[in-house]
């Protein structure tokens, strides 16, 4: 892990609602250059809505958000879009183009994004899809014709495709079996080390914060009420992380549940 | 009494803040026309899809158009012996109002909700912010190729529409009310002028661009799973057809008016 004096992603007093319902309510939280940082918090806690306040797929009402040093808040569609070159974002669905074939979503940024020719883009993807232990063959295929878990691997195939600096994993193991969840896991930190990118992930599952994350942040209630490296977890001292981590039901965050 | 007014204001300043969207969402989508890249395949796919594969269903309607509209004049003109009047009729009322409507009431139908139906589940299962994160614009990739694709294919079809329902016109005519076919064909060419073809061709331009917008606008904001993407079809469909009506008696005025 390389620090660097300017962050690579650096948020400042985010503040996102959604009518009445403030979901970020003061968000602050940096991530360094080549860092693997993951944001743990419970469903509904805005986890995902920070990811997307930080790729500009939702205006935040205030705050602000740097990337390399340079705000991000209100840029026009094309500074927009040059920006997104920086970016590589896997989601929780996968989100793959299902009337394209598998090379062709892998190979899809490729192409229209940034204007490469299709044969040259496509051995590119086919490389991409070894990387992430799928073969030729599969390429070939539709998205419907695949496994849950073979969906996320081409989907990671497709944010790595174009090499992007920063790269965003939204719940990358929810659904799947916990061997297929290791998979994923291991595949995660194996193209963060070889492209040494830096990393931003969101998830509720512990196993895989600890096994892809240099650093944990934990979001509650609005904002950041705990970060420090992953491997101080255990012992943060954090009733909330304690709560979230020992999977309880008792402690500070309440659920909430209503009779029926 | 308050109450009333206060429900009114309020219906209206949704319809307004509504058509404001609608016209933002037009208007940046349309902006990404004017720089790079553009998807020259993607048009190509959406301009197959509305032209070619509504062929037959616009071909079908507008024939049984034309055999009725001879059928209704040949029966209503009987009564004041202006029988001979049937093959100008025909044409113009094909070329004029019914070739565009009925194609652009056909082409919402069909495509406005498959538009609404393919860029709906998009929007639910992440694959427009997909496109974002792609480097790719979801409005200059998703909705220009079809407002595009609307605008040039929908006067190609309603000229194939003419001609067919024309075509009705005189099978009746010849075949049924005993016309003869020389003459039938001479009444047909006879009063029919330029602007008569022009004006249901740029009624086509504009039925083309409102079912494109209303099927991808629908869709794009689609929420709420597979119930609202069916709501968005169902939306695309009907606001595209009241639409069509509106602007057929908006161009009617531009170009007839005296």
Redesign the interface.
């Known amino acids: 892990m390389t620090r660097t004096a300017v962050p690579k992603i650096s948020v400042r007093r985010l503040k996102k609602s959604f009518g009445r319902n403030r979901v970020l309510d003061g968000v602050d939280i940096d991530c360094a250059t080549g860092e693997s940082l993951v944001i743990i918090g419970g469903s509904g806690t805005g986890k995902s809505v920070l990811v997307k306040c930080i790729l500009g797929l939702l205006q935040p009402e205030e705050g602000s958000i740097r990337i390399d040093g340079a705000e991000t808040v209100g840029l026009r569609r094309t500074a927009r879009e040059r920006l997104m070159q920086k970016f590589g974002m896997l989601f929780q669905g996968s989100a793959l183009f299902d009337s394209l074939r598998v090379w062709e979503n892998v190979a899809f940024g490729l192409i229209q994004g940034r204007g490469m020719e299709r044969q040259a883009a496509k051995k590119i993807a086919l490389a991409k899809l070894a990387s992430v232990g799928l073969g030729p063959e599969i390429g070939e295929l539709r998205p419907a014709e695949l496994s849950g878990g073979m969906q996320k691997r081409v989907a990671l195939a497709r944010a790595i495709a174009a090499e992007p600096e920063i790269l965003f994993f939204d719940e990358p193991t929810t659904g799947l079996d916990p061997i297929m969840a290791d998979v994923i896991n291991d595949l995660i930190v194996k193209c963060v080390r070889e492209v040494g990118t830096t990393a931003v992930s969101i998830t509720h599952d512990m196993a895989s914060a600890r096994k892809i994350g240099d650093r944990i942040a934990m979001l509650h209630g609005g904002r950041i009420v705990w970060e420090g490296s992953a491997t101080e977890i255990d012992r943060s001292g954090n009733p909330y992380v304690d709560q979230f981590v020992n999977g309880r039901a008792e402690g500070p965050i309440q659920m909430e549940i209503r009779a029926a | 009494m308050l109450r009333f007014l206060a429900a009114i204001g309020a219906v209206f300043l949704r319809f307004l803040a509504a058509t404001g969207r609608l016209v933002v969402f037009a208007g940046?989508a349309l902006a990404t026309a004017f720089?790079p890249?553009i998807?020259p395949r993607v048009i190509l796919r959406e301009m197959v899809n509305i032209g070619y594969f509504s062929l037959p269903v616009v071909g079908l309607t507008a024939v049984f158009t034309g055999m009725v509209l001879a059928l209704q004049s040949y029966t209503g003109f009987s009564r004041f012996a202006a029988e001979g009047a049937v093959a100008t009729v025909v044409v113009l009322s094909i070329t004029r109002e019914l070739g565009p409507v009925i194609t652009g009431l056909m082409v919402a139908g069909r495509v406005g909700a498959a538009m609404a139906a393919e860029i709906g589940p998009?929007r639910v299962?992440?694959?427009i912010?997909?496109l974002?994160?792609?480097?790719?614009?979801p409005l200059r990739?998703l909705v220009l190729p079809r407002l595009l694709a609307g605008v040039i294919t929908l006067p190609m079809l309603v000229l194939v529409a003419d001609i067919i329902g024309v075509f009705g016109g005189y099978l009746i005519g010849v075949y049924k009310l005993g016309f003869n076919p020389e003459a039938y064909l001479n009444r047909t060419q006879q009063y029919l002028e330029t602007n008569d073809v022009v004006s249901g061709l740029v009624k086509a331009a504009v039925f083309g661009f409102i079912v494109a917008l209303m099927g991808c606008y629908h869709g794009y904001y689609s929420r709420g799973g597979a119930q609202g993407v069916g709501q968005a079809t169902t939306y695309a469909v009907v606001s595209a057809s009241v639409l069509i009506l509106i602007f057929n008696y908006v161009i009617t005025q531009a170009f007839f008016a005296r």
């Open positions: 940046v720089s890249p998807y998009r299962t992440d694959q912010d997909a974002a994160t792609l480097s790719t614009d990739y």
